[in-house]
């Protein structure tokens, strides 16, 4: 069911106001720490308020659904739906996320950018949001990567710490290629489903299992899942990130990110779950991973890193119990699921109070806290509780839930092999959350600052490096006074998740029973089996595993000084080096494969393009079937003979002396020429104008960056190479000349009748060509635009910096190629181009005017404009002309793919597909009928970045040249004696 109206747009809100308060957030970031984060604050809190309104429908079973028209053409919406299982998710990150925000007002020093963080932060819980309420499979993949590369942004927040960049980095590379192992299994799941709307998908579970698609999809998704959770082998980047400031790490790494992966598991459960394949692979990786990261946590030193291996822990028990395939490992899923977020972002959030205070995160400085700092002392000791399953806190129920689940599963036909790993993965999550309780808040005070009661000293500024033996976030408090609890708006969220940790222990039926209930059944797919969240189930067989991880952990505890010892001396691998030498050893293999192929030979290069695509069109052409072509062909006139043969001598005299630079260049404009009247023979006069305008832009161009070149180019090394080069050019000529004589000489249904049918009454314009560039094609042409102003402004990066390095050194050494003529500016030849330029500007606005229904248009226009600036520089000199251009070139580039953009778009707002034309034919008084349309704002656009475009390589073109005259007239007056 969908629900009411108004509930959908409240759904549609809720996913859009994350990256709004991103905007907001960033354009107020001037306002300093408080501004931002009030701004966040809100935007949460709403979202927050929004999801809330829709929770108690949700929890009674209704499901919310909206959709937007994302792309329609391709029958694909834009749709989002809250279940309970979506609401429970997004409960967790915009509740948590929240309590975030006002941590991090308080943690953030005055010297981190604020706005950048909320920005982020934002952008990061809209991506979470997305994922969380996707309807949609393919949009739920867009979702998921942003949540990669916001995570990424986050992670690499403090970018001048080498740290914090080797984390993002890892992040970013591990979870996306996972994401992309992800697009691939669900492209082939909703290939199987014939869907890939999700609640339709989730109801085809036979149609999936049964096809031969379901195991590579399944891999692939789990390929997806596991390293966004990071599951074993793909364990390493969470440590890694610890490298984020530690509101970032609370929330990435308990709410959100590490939970997108588990929430995969469970939202596809009813389609993938209950096969030998699923429980296999799934549970036997989450048991593993629980292993792994419990026992790396025992022996780190670090408070984040400790907590974030026993994160990749607790992931691991999730990973298992969805694995198991039974429904109540469903149940305690997604208990366990709502009790992790809470106790993990409680004890993130302690371990930033306590380097906050103390300056230091190593355990082995700490000691002694609970008496300085008993409030925070009193939240890690119930949060920690809460994480090794101590009553009655919320960790102990879904524990004990657990164990239960464990104690009766075979798993490789023994069933004692379950219950024993996960009651030792249980006694070692003892045993680090004691260690982190005992070493830190108990105990004697180690390390001289708290020994002697002081705290970090100066006020640490988070933009400067750290110092050496204390962490990037050490000391960020003030003053040099002793450790105490920290100010209010820093300690409540912490207090607050502790807080909830303990009430739902002690009344989970009530504060969480329906929610579970709810979200298991979306989970199941179905009504969930019967349970009672309760501290006492009697005696049984999980109490009995639960003491004995009570009991071991305090035992392992006692034990640790002799097992760390042992530990180190093992010289545990390390699978992040492992991931750098890899990824090292990959980036040097590319470069050297790079420079072996791109050695900086343009022959080279042209001659692997070539020939690479005559061999792929000789071998499609001899693998089909073919038949003489019936269409007969045009009488030939004399006048078209001549046209041929000058056109064929004038591209052989190009071939033969193109070793003379000035030469082929006249060549190529009488081959320009020839196809202009070409075109006029075959009536397209606007192809004719545009061909002789860029042919003219071209060869002016052309002419100033041959200046700066030795007159001739230098002969071809080899007879080899010179053979190459004329093999390649027969066959590329014949392949091409066979392709257009094939299409030639047959009949067949273009597109030219419905052009010449649709042009005038859908595009109001007569000009066919026009109308099909500005309209019909309207989006090649906007790209068309986008890649000149690219392709301009790459010619600006390149000859911006050619006065420095070897570029530099070689320009500096440019002596012209014959004697220079004493008259630099000719009178007449001054006189001329600038009386021409007042008509040539007149003619670009006729061709503009005219060009919807004759030949002409903004792409000619802009030509012509530019033809005429350019002769300004020619005539006048480069210091004469850039004095009186006033533009900038850039902003004409910028200007003209905004004005053609935003045509497009206010096509969108009318409910038109992008970049259809608007047109109206008014009278008007004393002139009559006038014809007006959108395209000519689009062609305007055109203009605009075809002058900038132009522009732009001239000025750089001059500006390089200007260089090359100066340095030489210094050496020449050097050479004489003058001053160098």
């Known amino acids: 069911m969908t629900g009411p109206a108004g509930e959908r747009v409240i759904l549609v809100l809720l996913v859009l106001l994350p990256f709004l308060g991103a905007v907001a957030t960033a354009l107020v970031s001037r306002g300093g720490r408080d501004a931002c984060a009030v701004t966040a604050g809100v935007a949460t809190a709403v979202a927050l308020g929004l999801l809330g309104a829709l929770a108690p429908g949700v929890v009674a079973g209704e499901v919310v659904q909206a959709s937007v028209g994302w792309v329609p053409a391709l029958g694909l919406q834009a749709s989002f739906f809250v279940d309970a299982l979506g609401l429970t998710l997004a409960g967790l990150i915009l509740g948590v996320g929240l309590l975030v925000v006002v941590y991090a007002r308080y943690y953030l020093a005055a010297a981190d950018p604020p706005g950048r963080f909320y920005a982020f932060l934002l952008l990061f819980q809209g991506a979470m949001l997305g994922v969380a309420l996707s309807s949609n499979v393919l949009l739920l993949l867009v979702f998921w990567e942003l949540t990669s590369l916001s995570s990424f942004l986050l992670i690499g927040y403090w970018r001048h710490l080498p740290e914090a960049r080797r984390g993002a980095r890892m992040a970013l590379t591990v979870t996306g290629a996972g994401g992309l192992s992800l697009l691939a299994g669900l492209l082939l799941l909703g290939h199987s489903a014939g869907t890939y709307e999700l609640p339709v998908l989730l109801q085809r579970r036979e149609a999936i299992q049964g096809s031969p698609l ?566 090649d042409t906007f790209g068309e635009i986008v890649v000149l102003g690219t392709a301009a402004l790459a010619i600006f990066a390149l000859l911006e910096t050619a006065n420095r390095g070897e570029a530099g050194r070689r320009l500096a050494q440019w002596k012209p190629g014959r004697p220079l003529s004493p008259e630099r500016y000719p009178l007449i030849l001054i006189a001329v181009t600038r009386l021409l330029l007042p008509f040539a500007i007149v003619t670009a606005l006729f061709m503009f005017l005219r060009g919807h229904d004759h030949p002409g248009g903004g792409f000619v226009a802009g030509l012509v404009v530019a033809i005429a600036v350019l002769m300004q520089y020619l005539a006048s000199g480069f210091d004469w002309a850039d004095r009186r251009v006033r533009p900038d070139h850039h902003a004409l580039i910028g200007w003209g793919v905004l004005v053609a953009a935003l045509t497009g778009l206010g096509a969108l707002v009318f409910g038109r597909p992008f970049l259809t034309s608007a047109f109206w034919h008014p009278r008007l008084p004393f002139v009559g009928e006038i014809a007006l349309s959108t395209a000519m704002v689009f062609d305007a656009g055109v203009t605009l970045a075809v002058v900038g475009a132009v522009m732009l390589a001239l000025a750089q073109l001059a500006s390089a040249s200007k260089r090359a005259k100066q340095w030489a007239e210094k050496r020449e007056r050097g050479e004489h004696g003058g001053a160098p």
């Open 214 to 779: 379901y195991l590579p999809a399944l891999l692939l998704i789990l390929g997806g899942c596991f390293t966004k959770s990071a599951q074993f082998p793909f364990h390493f980047w969470l440590p890694q990130a610890m490298a984020a400031p530690t509101p970032v790490s609370a929330y990435l790494h308990s709410a959100t990110m590490v939970k997108a992966g588990i929430f995969l598991l469970a939202r596809l459960w009813p389609v993938l779950a209950g096969t030998e394949a699923w429980f296999l692979i799934v549970t036997t990786t989450g048991l593993v991973t629980m292993l792994v990261g419990a026992v790396s946590a025992l022996f780190e030193d670090d408070l984040k890193g400790l907590l974030a291996r026993s994160t990749i822990s607790q992931l691991g028990l999730l990973t298992m119990l969805f694995g198991l395939g039974t429904r109540m490992g469903a149940v305690v899923g997604v208990f366990h699921l709502v009790n992790h977020a809470l106790f993990k972002a409680a004890l993130f959030m302690n371990a930033g109070i306590v380097d906050h205070e103390a300056g230091t995160r190593d355990v082995k400085g700490l000691g002694g806290l609970g008496s300085l700092m008993p409030v925070a002392a009193t939240v890690a000791v119930v949060a920690s509780a809460a994480m090794a399953g101590v009553p009655p806190l919320n960790g102990f129920l879904s524990k004990e839930m657990m164990l239960e689940e464990a104690a009766h599963t075979r798993l490789l036909g023994q069933a004692w092999l379950v219950p024993v790993v996960v009651t030792v993965g249980a006694t070692l999550s003892v045993a680090y959350a004691l260690r982190y309780v005992v070493r830190v808040y108990f105990g004697a005070r180690r390390g001289e600052a708290l020994a002697s009661g002081q705290g970090a000293g100066a006020h640490h500024d988070s933009c400067a490096p750290p110092e050496a033996s204390r962490g990037p976030e050490a000391g960020r408090g003030g003053g040099a006074a002793a450790p105490h609890d920290p100010p209010l708006g820093m300690g409540a969220p912490s207090v607050l998740l502790g807080a909830l940790a303990l009430v739902v222990g002690l009344f989970p039926e009530t504060l969480a029973g329906p929610l579970v209930r709810a979200a298991s059944a979306a989970v199941i797919g179905g009504a969930p089996p019967g349970f009672t969240l309760a501290l006492w189930h009697g005696f049984t067989p999980a109490l009995g595993m639960s003491v004995v991880a009570l009991v071991g952990g305090a035992g392992v505890l006692a034990v640790h000084g002799g097992a760390e010892k042992v530990w180190r001396r093992l010289g545990v691998p390390d699978p992040a080096g492992w991931f750098e030498a890899g990824l090292g050893a990959a980036v040097k293999g590319s470069r050297k494969l790079t420079l072996a192929i791109h050695d900086g030979s343009l022959q080279r290069g042209l001659a692997l393009l070539v020939g690479t695509a005559v061999m792929v069109g000789f071998v499609g052409f001899g693998g089909a079937k073919h038949t003489a072509g019936e269409r007969p062909p045009m009488p030939v006139e004399m006048l078209t003979v001549l046209a041929w043969v000058l056109l064929v001598t004038a591209t052989g005299a190009a071939v033969v002396m193109h070793r003379r630079r000035y030469l082929p260049l006249l060549f190529m404009g009488v081959v320009s020429m020839i196809m202009a009247l070409a075109f006029i023979f075959l009536s397209a006069p606007d192809l004719a104008l545009t061909q002789v305008s860029v042919d003219v832009v071209t060869i002016l161009l052309l002419l100033l960056a041959l200046n700066l070149l030795p007159q001739q180019s230098p002969p071809e090394t080899t007879r080899r190479r010179r053979v190459r080069d004329a093999v390649l050019a027969l066959l590329g000529g014949v392949g091409m000349g066979s392709a257009a004589w094939a299409v030639m000489t047959r009949e067949r249904k273009t597109l030219a009748d419905y052009y010449w049918t649709h042009a005038k009454p859908e595009g109001g314009g007569t000009n066919v060509v026009n109308v099909i560039l500005v309209d019909f094609r309207g989006f």
